[in-house]
């Protein structure tokens, strides 16, 4: 089993739905998990993190956490057309030292006018 | 403004001939990684250094050396490149386990 997986996608959805995205970890013992968005060509920017279990919400994002199911999704509501870019999963790496993250394949999300 | 440096952004190179990426963060951030992502594949760690000093080999070092002098600089040397390391390669910096990045190099080797 991979560390974290994601659906590859692609994920369509109109302008202005609700976008859910999906990802599973293997480590039992993971304590934060990150959200990152990728536009074609571009580097990984962080737009969520959650340490909890339950919901952190920030502005149109909300990020789940469900650790007894070990899976993390991000909902974008109010989805845009700037959305549209692949969003990659990362979980810590077990038994590893701070700054090293496993990262999912992505998932790439479309939204159309 | 805090963020993390690549030079070259754009670099095409025979097969061979040895090359030096750059990478440089001014947020003081302990750890720092190198990585390539390729289609299909995603991120791929090559390297990750702790500390000044302080260096681990990552999924894909092969190919790959790396130094940690100073602080906020952790260049990716290629010794002699091959055409499979045609790629896009992202240098990262971390405070603690949230990595912020560079705006990558792509890189093509002939």
């Known amino acids: 089993q991979k560390e974290v997986e994601q659906n590859s996608g692609p994920l369509s959805v109109p302008e202005g739905a609700i976008a859910s995205l999906n990802c599973t970890y293997s480590?039992?013992?993971?304590?934060?998990f990150f959200w990152y968005r990728q536009y074609s060509g571009k580097s990984p920017e962080l737009i969520m993190s959650?340490?909890?279990?339950g919901d952190k919400e920030d502005g149109r994002f909300t990020a789940q956490l469900n650790k007894a199911s070990q899976y993390v999704s991000l909902l974008i509501r109010d989805s845009q057309p700037s959305d549209s870019a692949t969003y990659l999963c990362?979980?810590?790496?077990?038994?590893?030292?701070?700054?090293?993250?496993?990262f999912g394949r992505g998932t790439q999300l479309t939204v159309w006018p | 403004e805090a963020q993390v440096t690549q030079n070259p952004r754009y670099l095409i190179t025979v097969t061979g001939k040895k090359l030096t990426v750059t990478c440089s963060q001014n947020?003081?951030?302990?750890?720092m990684s190198w990585y390539r992502q390729d289609p299909g594949l995603g991120l791929r760690q090559i390297y990750y250094?702790?500390?000044?000093?302080?260096?681990d080999k990552g999924d894909v070092p092969e190919g790959y050396k790396v130094s940690r002098k100073e602080k906020r600089n952790f260049p990716l040397i290629l010794e002699s490149p091959s055409p499979n390391q045609t790629s896009l390669y992202f240098c990262?910096?971390?405070?603690?386990?949230?990595?912020?990045f560079g705006p990558g190099t792509r890189l093509t080797v002939t």
């Open positions: 990262a910096s971390s405070p603690l386990n949230e990595q912020y």
């Open positions: 250094s702790m500390n000044v000093e302080v260096t």
């Open positions: 959650i340490y909890s279990n």
């Open positions: 947020m003081n951030h302990e750890y």
């Open positions: 990362a979980v810590p790496r077990r038994g590893s030292t701070l700054g090293r993250l496993y």
């Open positions: 480590d039992r013992v993971s304590q934060s």
